[in-house]
């Protein structure tokens, strides 16, 4: 059974128009994190929650917002997409505590923008 | 940004032959992880590995946990079709909050 599950798995947005993607984990985990991952390259860090505590990373633009309402779910905002914001979006937990911590992710979101 | 280099890049064998990878960096990580990554997919964790010098397996795949703390190897013996995907290394840093990825190797099996 899926443990981090993201939806939509595609998701075709217009330039401009505001759209969000959601993250939902039944692993109970502390931390929740969105990474963007373009072609062939690694997942890119874009921010993480440890619990409330949203963790922003230096290099992520603006235009990225998160929310973390409860435990099991998070979302990723972008408020006006641009074409170099086609991606696929990751979604990943982990307990957040201790040496032997490991990060599970989702299937993953492609997002188009046209 | 990212702090751990992997090699080779890309791989192209033949189905049967083993593989190896590896993972360094110039940071010291006290756990190192390999996912496998298929298209269009998010990676999937292979082996987790929490203690310098260690060793472990998992079917056809052995990983090992440099003994400096700043590298990591992965190996695949009998390569199938199936092990087609890409290989990325990651290590959690700064409290066990943030994972860094390698850049990953592609790995291609002709049958």
């Known amino acids: 059974d899926a443990m981090v599950i993201q939806n939509p798995r595609y998701q075709v947005t217009q330039f401009g128009k505001p759209v969000t993607l959601s993250c939902s984990q039944t692993l109970n985990h502390n931390v929740m994190y969105w990474y963007q991952q373009k072609s062939s390259q690694a997942p890119k860090l874009l921010f993480h929650y440890y619990d409330k505590d949203f963790n922003n990373e230096a290099d992520t633009p603006d235009n990225f917002q998160s929310r973390r309402p409860n435990t099991s779910f998070c979302f990723l905002d972008i408020r006006s997409p641009g074409l170099g914001d086609a991606a696929m979006y990751l979604c990943a937990t982990s307990r957040g505590q201790g040496i032997d911590t490991e990060a599970f992710f989702g299937q993953g979101t492609r997002l188009t923008v046209v | ?111």
């Open chain 2, 1 to 111: 940004g990212q702090q751990l280099n992997q090699s080779p890049q890309s791989m192209f064998i033949q189905e049967g032959e083993d593989v190896s990878m590896n993972c360094t960096s110039s940071s010291i990580f006290n756990t190192w992880l390999w996912y496998k990554q298929d298209p269009g997919e998010g990676p999937v964790l292979l082996i987790a590995l929490y203690k310098a010098g260690e060793l472990t397996s998992n079917g056809r795949l052995t990983a090992q946990f440099g003994i400096t703390r700043k590298d990591s190897f992965l190996n695949i013996s009998a390569s199938i079709p199936s092990d087609v995907g890409i290989y990325f290394c990651a290590g959690p840093r700064y409290n066990f909050n943030k994972f860094y990825f390698g850049s990953g190797t592609k790995l291609n099996v002709k049958p």
